[in-house]
């Protein structure tokens, strides 16, 4: 089904070069699903579908030489708000046109492209989940935008997508005067994918803007009902587009629907701090430098250093091969925040599951429940007065240490008295040993912790914060 929308929306580019008409306004239900277990294997499975994406993935080539956009500004750091939303993701507002049209985009630091829907005829299929209405999702229309432009196919930006060998149908290779568009853009996010063209917009924060910011502007999509907010590693990326030192954010606690609680997500532009200055309260490990395979994916993701995990006061001993990524590529830690649950390859999540298991043996086990929810391991707490749960430490190197509270890694499932792990896995192991990283550190893990980007010396730093304003 979805590949034959897509192929009807090649025609449809072919023959229409853009569809403006009025602004459509948003809006949806606040509600969760009522069935607390359909909710969590939803965002188990869009968890694990998530993973598959970033350990199998492909990229884009982008030509670096192509974003000399500059930016104007009065204020150091920019601050937006960012939000829980039902579907599992963290949302924030930016706006772009001009005049300024302001649309929410999911906050993803595993990807890179920012896209937004576009146009009033924008579809999107299997967007219904959540209570969520298709037909409200707020677009950006074109036309109504004096700063709007599309992308040619001759254009440097282009190869954001295509790389230098881009094929321009119709386009004369000895002239620069093409007006053949840039080719348009298919892209897979876990469950969800989308599709459009590439165009330049002014991106508008209140005290700085960004002209002739490279965004994609999606026509249709599936299971995507929101713009994403690339800010991986890539050059397309909204950090690499602003050139921004750092950023940071602090994620509030999430009850999987749409909450109006929102926290900052801060923008640094460098201009105010001293270069290798740290933020007071942090602790800091340095990225891991990322494998140089032929998977460019790789090449956008925030590789972390992780040398240890703590069940209580027991060191799981994960082989080296799922800590550190090889020369293929399998292997190692990132963070995420596109990903809901933290996710980990079966090997290493079964040791950490089987600690756990070990240490709550008094607790019953609850596998029926395990198996309508996709989360595990569960246990039914009632009638145990005290419950004790064991600690879950993730160490890095340099000797810093995520010490999770327990929110942040057990959930109540339909009542107080079951209880599940909400680290996710792949039932069965990958024969073919696993690709791409083993530990994808998701955003469940990372409520009420300020958490730090320091793109200038290339670390992550982190503290316990209660995010709620």
């Not at 569809?19 to 699903?33: A, G, N, R």
């Not at 929410?104 to 959540?130: A, H, I, K, M, N």
């Not at 596998?367 to 009638?383: H, M, V």
């Amino acid at each position: 089904m979805a590949s034959s929308i897509f192929f009807f929306f090649l025609i449809f580019l072919s023959v229409v070069s853009a569809v403006k008409l009025p602004l459509s306004p948003f809006s949806h239900s606040d509600q969760s699903p009522k069935d607390p277990y359909l909710s969590l294997r939803r965002l188990a499975e869009s968890s694990i579908a998530r993973a598959h994406k970033l350990k199998h993935g492909t990229s884009i080539k982008p030509d670096e030489d192509a974003l000399s956009s500059t930016t104007t500004a009065s204020a150091t750091v920019v601050k937006s708000p960012l939000s829980a939303k039902s579907y599992g993701g963290y949302s924030v507002s930016l706006s772009f046109g001009t005049p300024s049209q302001t649309i929410p985009f999911v906050f993803d630091t595993g990807s890179s492209l920012v896209w937004l829907p576009c146009t009033s005829r924008y579809l999107c299929s299997g967007c219904d989940f959540s209570g969520l209405d298709p037909t409200l999702i707020p677009r950006f229309i074109p036309k109504n935008s004096s700063s709007s432009k599309i992308i040619g196919c001759q254009s440097p930006k282009c190869q954001f997508l295509y790389g230098p060998n881009v094929q321009c149908r119709g386009c004369d290779p000895n002239t620069r005067n093409c007006t053949v568009g840039c080719p348009p853009y298919i892209l897979q996010y876990g469950l969800g994918s989308t599709a459009g063209v590439l165009i330049t917009e002014k991106l508008d924060f209140p005290d700085l803007t960004v002209p002739d910011f490279v965004v994609g502007c999606s026509i249709i999509s599936t299971r995507q009902p929101a713009g994403i907010a690339g800010f991986g590693r890539g050059p397309v990326s909204l950090p690499s587009q602003m050139n921004l030192k750092r950023f940071s954010h602090c994620l509030v606690s999430r009850r999987f629907d749409d909450t109006n609680v929102t926290t900052d997500l801060d923008l640094d532009t460098g201009s105010g701090h001293n270069s290798g200055s740290k933020t007071p309260g942090l602790t800091y490990t340095p990225f891991r430098k990322n494998p140089n395979v032929s998977n460019k994916a790789f090449l956008e993701y925030y590789y972390l250093n992780l040398r240890r995990i703590y069940v209580g006061r027991k060191h799981v001993k994960i082989p080296y091969k799922y800590l550190a990524p090889g020369t293929n590529g399998d292997g190692g830690s990132i963070v995420d925040s596109g990903s809901t649950f933290t996710f980990m390859e079966r090997p290493v999540f079964e040791l950490v599951a089987e600690e756990f298991a070990s240490q709550m043996s008094n607790y019953t086990r609850e596998k029926d429940l395990e198996k309508e929810t996709g989360l595990g391991p569960c246990f039914n707490i009632s009638g145990k007065g005290d419950v004790t749960v064991p600690e879950l430490i993730f160490e890095f190197k340099g000797g810093a240490k995520l010490e999770l509270p327990l929110s942040n890694y057990f959930t109540f499932v339909g009542n107080t008295d079951t209880v599940c792990l909400t680290v996710v896995s792949d039932k069965t192991v990958n024969p073919s040993g696993g690709t791409g990283p083993a530990i994808i550190l998701g955003s469940f893990q990372q409520q009420n912790y300020l958490v730090e980007y320091d793109l200038e010396n290339d670390r992550f730093g982190f503290a316990k914060k209660k995010c709620s304003p």
